[in-house]
């Protein structure tokens, strides 16, 4: 009984960039023409909402006593509706970060983007969101940082997460 | 633990052709919530989670990542099956008999409301060498289908009339269903060819829903609050996903199902035996191709001949899509096959309203994934615990 | 404790390449015929086909499972397709374990396959999509983001160091040298490591499993079947999967939680108190560097903060106390998502019969652990094998 691939069984035919590039290889190619409006639903419509108003808003869920953003209509952990609305600062800590030197479409970034998951002010602990930090030195971003929202100027926040332009450090 | 496996629960919300105001994790959480009332259970009694879906449905990939939380599934085992909750409620059954898992929910939902090129997304399914370069309409499959089925068949285009007449009327008595409607098979017959013979009457509309099911093991099913609906038989199966290699005419994939189905349950006769079916109508002419690969009749000419005496009718001998199947309620994507479920267990319980048939003991649950695949399976249900097990 | 005992009776793989001249049907079915022929088996043998495989967006495909079919051999049988991301290849094992345990199917074959070169510009792009389409897309986040998030917190919670993580490439891309289906085996050094240009700080490129083409499949087969047609069956001894809240943002992600849950589901039914003496090879997940140090604190087989210690001090070498990784891993072999996972359950299988020639562990282990990750730092998916029979 045999198992082991021998270096003779493990099969597959591994095709170069050069041999690609220069037409070797018959190759189709496609665009996908895939287009979706997503409902928002409750939650994230008013988060969405709010945001086009430049504040942050959070569900409450009184069995946990937990604060939750992004918000959501029902509480994953107590399995209920929650309750409320609860609107938080735009200040926040960063929770983590990272320094990324390449963009979503694999393009080299020569000033790295600052990636980070900051923890919201008026939520409760470890509630955080992903967004981006600048206006700093990449290399002075530090865990445990306070940082605030810079908001987009009225005119141009559409409800969209990106109506906070970026976090920025908050000056003492 | 135990080799009888029955639902205990179901929750559904109604079918719609959009759900503007619900996202798809508030309609989730709906028929959820629904669920484990009508199971008198917690999530945190749960053990294991099935969700059935598609990434590009959702227009998300890694779609799994956004079911647990508004399932109660936090934590939990939960894994995403890319097929027909039909073939979740499989997956169910084989997860409580192979002992990992005394207590499993399996949800499918649709947001088809949301996808606004549902045309190019099956195109995208096609294959992408052979033959997405045609360009052409993927309900032109199912018309070259159609059209070798009535010719070897002998299955004429009357029936598919009569098959989508019978359903959107039958629909007028489920208040889940999103397509009722009182049409004669005159109506159907002067409808459109959206590609030959294909009609567009004959073709299924989308639309957005979920539905949630609870299965237990025996002793769970025993002290359950509601009657519960046995599992007796479960069977699911490919032909070709080739479409130069399959076959056009019979619906292999839901025989194979269907044996193993029978096998289980030690049913012999299914006509006799088995009251009401569910069976895939997308197209009206599958509804046909399905019964016959169900083993209900032994040719076209058998079939034609009961269509024409009005036996698949809800009042027949023999009722086919009492709840006015996808033409009547709608297409809600993978989770066409769990609203049929949905049916089955309502019936069998008593509990079906104006659409209830007398003396159900046994029902019948096929699911077909669509354009182009030959993906299908099949549930029967009853309301006797099953002497050998499933 | 499941009445039906199942094994492990023959695993097969393809090459992991960068881009493959093959299609995803045709990498299907190298892998299964491969399997399939270490277990001298024809397709007819096989009850029932699962197939695993991780985002559509990579091939090109809607319903690529129905695509796929007839490549692993799907054809007029039960077929179907699970999917948790990352994770699917190790949990597509535990999908044909509790097909096989419940007594409607006796065999079963799993393949895994993936070919992400299909999708340009490049397969990362393709990334995107698994972020939330709402609250995180605007953002145009990329996959590095998330792992670098959780690599800045993990070390920083631990106080580690980056050449303890770099450690993990040297000693992974070193075991893959002895791997024929390796991409990436190398014989480095940890300065090199280092040396390589930085993704996403603090993620080297050294330190990241490439994206990849590729497929792996496995027989299973319930006991009398197994023992008939098996010399050296490998036990699948427990099997636990978990799935934790899409909520990444709000977790603590200096530790996989949902890792311990899964290893602890196969655990138990293994009947292992304590994973650290009695699994004698583990094969964690490591998509990055840092994964795999990540993992086996999940996986219970190092205490929280101290597996980067255990590596420095040569535990888990491959003729260390505890090896992990001795296939190479995704850092070494490749990492063709699904793939990968089984690839994983493969060297287990080699491993334990031992058949896996350059990178045999020495002392006839009898019992390993493989895992997989996977979504949004969210599922772990976990399998025990050995050579007992459970009990």
Redesign the interface.
């Known amino acids: ?7 003779n ?8 960039e050069k041999p ?1 590039r220069q037409g070797k ?1 018959f190759t ?3 665009t ?14 008013r ?2 909402a709010e945001l086009k108003e430049g504040r942050l808003i959070a569900r409450a869920c009184r069995k946990c006593e937990r604060v ?1 953003i ?1 918000p ?3 509480c ?2 107590c ?1 209920r509706p929650t309750d409320e609305w609860v609107y938080l600062k735009d200040t926040g800590k960063i ?12 393009k080299r970034l020569k000033q ?1 983007e600052v ?3 900051i923890e919201i002010d008026g939520a409760s602990p ?7 930090v600048k206006r700093i030195a ?1 290399k002075k971003v530090r ?1 445990g940082m306070a940082v605030q929202a810079v908001w987009k100027p009225k005119p141009e926040r559409i409800g ?3 109506d906070i332009a970026y976090w920025e450090p908050i000056k003492k | 633990m135990s080799d009888r496996v029955a639902i205990i629960g179901v929750g559904f919300t109604s079918l719609q052709p ?9 309609l989730m ?1 709906e028929a959820a919530q629904k669920a484990y009332l009508d199971a008198g259970i ?3 009694e749960i053990d294991s989670f099935v969700t059935c879906a598609e990434d ?1 449905n959702e ?1 998300l990939s890694i779609f799994d990542e956004y079911t ?3 399932l ?1 599934a ?1 934590q939990k085992p939960m894994h995403t099956l890319t097929q027909d909750g039909l073939h979740g409620i499989a997956d169910a059954l084989m997860q409580i008999r192979s002992g990992i898992a005394e207590l499993v929910v399996v949800e499918a939902h649709s ?1 088809a ?5 549902p045309e ?2 099956v195109d ?1 399914a096609l294959d ?2 052979y033959n ?2 045609l360009g052409l309409n993927p309900h032109a499959l199912a018309g070259l289908e159609m059209n070798v089925f009535l010719h070897e068949t002998g299955i004429r285009a009357e029936h598919c009339a009569q098959v989508v007449a019978k359903n959107r009327s039958n629909a007028l008595r489920n208040p889940v269903a999103a397509y009722p409607l009182a049409l004669t098979p005159m109506y159907v017959e002067s409808s459109t060819y959206v590609s030959y013979p294909l009609r567009e009457a004959e073709i299924a509309e989308r639309v957005d829903g979920c539905a949630v099911v609870v299965l237990a093991d025996e002793k769970k099913a025993l002290k359950a609050q509601s009657k519960p609906a046995w599992v007796c038989g479960v069977g699911f199966a490919n032909d070709s996903g080739t479409l130069e290699s399959r076959d056009w005419v019979r619906a292999d994939y839901a025989r194979i199902a269907v044996e193993r189905a029978y096998r289980q349950a030690s049913i012999q006769n299914p006509r006799e035996e088995i009251r009401l079916f569910e069976v895939d109508d997308t197209y009206a002419y599958k509804e046909l191709q399905h019964l016959i690969a169900l083993g209900l009749f032994s040719d076209g000419a058998e079939l034609g001949r009961s269509i024409e005496a009005g036996e698949t009718k809800a009042d027949g001998k023999m009722p086919v899509n009492v709840s006015g199947g996808a033409l009547g309620m709608g297409l809600p994507l993978e989770a066409s096959g769990l609203y049929r479920i949905v049916e089955l267990v309502l019936q069998l319980r008593g509990q079906a309203g104006a659409r209830q048939l007398p003396d159900v003991r046994l029902g019948l649950a096929q699911s077909w994934r669509g354009v182009p695949t030959t993906s299908g399976a099949v549930v029967i249900l009853g309301t006797e615990r099953p002497n050998e097990p499933a | 404790m499941s009445r039906r005992k199942v094994a492990v009776v ?13 299609t995803p049907k045709e ?1 299907a079915w ?1 892998a299964a015929k ?1 399997a399939l ?4 088996m024809k397709l007819d043998q096989i009850d029932c086909v699962v197939l695993g495989s991780a985002p559509d967006a990579f091939d ?1 495909l809607h319903m690529k499972g129905e695509y796929l079919s007839d490549g692993c051999g799907g054809w007029k049988k039960p077929y179907l397709r699970c999917y948790v991301g990352g994770g699917t290849g190790v949990y597509a094992v535990a999908q044909a374990w509790f097909q096989v345990a419940s007594g409607l199917f006796d065999t079963a074959l799993v393949v895994c396959e993936e070919k992400m ?1 299909s999708c ?3 397969p ?2 393709a ?2 999509t698994i ?6 897309q ?5 996959l ?2 998330i792992f ?6 993990y070390m ?1 919670t631990y106080g580690i160091a980056l050449e303890d993580i770099a450690r993990v490439s040297v000693k992974n891309k070193r075991n893959a040298l002895g791997h ?2 390796a991409q990436l085996g190398a014989d480095l050094t940890i300065k090199e490591v280092l040396a390589s ?7 080297h490129r050294l330190m990241v499993s490439p994206t990849s ?2 497929a792996a499949a496995v027989v299973l087969a319930a006991e009398e079947t197994a023992r008939r047609i ?2 050296r069956p490998a036990w699948i001894q427990g099997v636990g999967w978990c799935l934790d ?1 899409a ?1 990444w ?5 200096a530790y996989p939680e949902y890792v311990e849950k899964a290893a602890w589901m196969a655990y138990r039914t293994a009947g292992i108190r304590e994973p650290r003496k009695e699994i004698n090879i583990a094969e964690p997940y490591d998509p990055f560097a840092y994964k795999e140090l990540h993992h086996l604190e999940g996986l219970q087989l190092a205490p929280k903060g101290q597996a980067p210690r255990l590596l420095a001090d040569g535990v888990f070498e491959r003729n260390g106390d505890l090896p992990v990784t001795p296939s190479g891993g995704l850092l070494g072999v490749g990492n063709p998502i699904a793939a990968a996972g089984l690839m994983k359950i493969c060297e287990l ?2 491993q334990l ?1 031992g ?3 350059t990178r045999q562990v020495p002392g006839k282990p009898e019992r390993g652990v493989a895992q997989a990750w996977g979504d949004l730092m969210q599922v772990g998916t976990v399998v025990v094998m050995g050579t007992k029979e459970p009990a």
């Not at chain 2, 959009?18 to 508030?26: N, Q």
């Not at chain 3, 972020?131 to 995180?136: G, N, Q, S, V």
Request: hydrophobic share 40%.
């Open positions: 009984m045999k198992s082991e691939p021998e270096p069984l493990v099969r597959g035919t591994p095709l170069h690609l290889t189709i190619t496609y996908p023409k895939l287009r979706y409006e997503w409902d928002m639903g409750q939650a994230i419509g988060y969405l939750m992004p959501r209509m029902f994953e952990r399995f929770f983590t970060f990272s320094l990324c030197y390449v963009s979503w479409n694999v790295p990636p980070a998951v470890g509630m955080g969101i992903l967004h981006v990449p865990i969209s997460v990106t | 959009s759900t503007p105001h619900l996202s798809f994790k508030e959480f917690q999530p945190s590009l227009g647990p939380d508004q109660g936090v947001k409301s949301n996808i606004k090129t190019w997304l995208y992408p060498v997405r370069p | 023959g695993a097969g793989m393809t090459k992991f390449m960068r881009r493959a001249l093959e990498l190298l491969s022929d270490s277990a001298e090109g070169s340009l510009p490049h990362q792009a990334f995107l972020f939330d389409h709402i609250t995180e605007p953002l145009k986040p990329n590095l983001w670098a998030l959780e690599q800045t917190r920083q024929p289906a240009e930085v993704m996403a700080w603090p993620v083409d590729g098996c010399d809240t909520y943002t709000n977790r603590d992600l299988f080699w019969r058949e896996a020639g």
